[in-house]
């Protein structure tokens, strides 16, 4: 069977129709035909059994359990797979995606209109899939120079390493961390050059700063006065863009609290935040920790990141902990030849120098992020 085949399943108790839509899935390659299943009492258990991409249910499937009782069965038990609903017109039913019914084919249909909608549902089922799937994490800190541009590029380089497409926004939106570490040309693209209206897909691709590292990067304004252009709408608007496009988007941001920098921490799945041995980075975590809290975050939408763990200056992680009222969740360490290096060079450490123990502890922060994560690695874009 050809891996891009659609495999189609029937649920169908007329022998005549499941013969003629056999007749007309001969002709075509696109999509293979599982099985035609005419018992809907034991549907659920096949259906599970088989997990194919598309369902066709005869509403009008005779038996204990009928067409439509076996779509609610199938709904409500969470099985994860498009259906579409057959009928006639005596018995008109309307697509209902809450209630598990993503198309309706009437008889009498054609091998086009049975294609149509197959490919259709399909489709439409796996692009809401991967935008399930994919992971939004802004990396953020109430506190600047502790290493958020530094974790950002390198984080989002050890995602796409993984195998993950993975875009990295620079939410720096006046200064440009990004622009100025991996010294992009001026005149490169930025957030300001996809349109502000009806942004699409097709867009993205030349204003996307296609790093050699493997991470495409959504730059910020070249000039620091052209911040201001971009909205929270746009914001919004080119997240849930991205989100459809990329399994993982990674977002640098700026120590201000802008309105722009809470539409990304808004936005976002995960908030790593940053924190270091040091007084006042630690007096502002708690002073956001507030803040988080009085917006409705949820404890767990933010996970502390430790950087420069092994330079504690007289602290210890206990008292850290203490201090910010919960054991951080990651750790990454001190290496300041390699990563102001690398820094200065543009490059990512976590790539010119996989063995240091900087870009372990990176890439171990990305797979611990990546727990959970349904999509096995390699298996995106
Ligand atoms: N783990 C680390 N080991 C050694 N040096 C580091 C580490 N992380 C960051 N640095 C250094 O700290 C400095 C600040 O890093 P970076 O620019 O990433 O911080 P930032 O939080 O993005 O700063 P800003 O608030 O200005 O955006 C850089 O010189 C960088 O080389
Ligand atoms: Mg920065």
Redesign the pocket.
Known sequence: MGKDQIRLLIVEDVPQVAQYIRGLLNSQSAISLLDVLTDGSKAVGQISQLRPDVLVVDALLQGRVKGLQLVDQLHSGGIGVPIIVLTVPQHPIEPDPERGIQAVLMMPFSGFDLMNKVSGVHRSFQASEEAAGSRVLTVF?P???????????NLAVAMAQAGRSTALIDG?LQ?G?LRS?LKVPPDAPSILDLPTDRVQESDLADVMWRDPSGVDILLAPPRIEQAEMVTVRDVDKILSLLRRVYAVVVI?T??ALTDTTLSFLDACDTIIE?VTFDSTTIHNTLAMADTFRSIGYSPSKVRYLV??ADSSGGMDLNELAKAIGRVPEHF?????R???EA?NGGVPFVLTEPGAQ?SLDIIRVASELLVGDRVPVGARR
């Open positions: 800190a506190k600047g120079g502790v290493g958020k541009t530094t974790v950002a590029f720096n200064f961390d570490l640098d700026p120590a940053i950087n420069r990454v360490v001190s290496d300041g390699l990563v102001i820094n900087v």
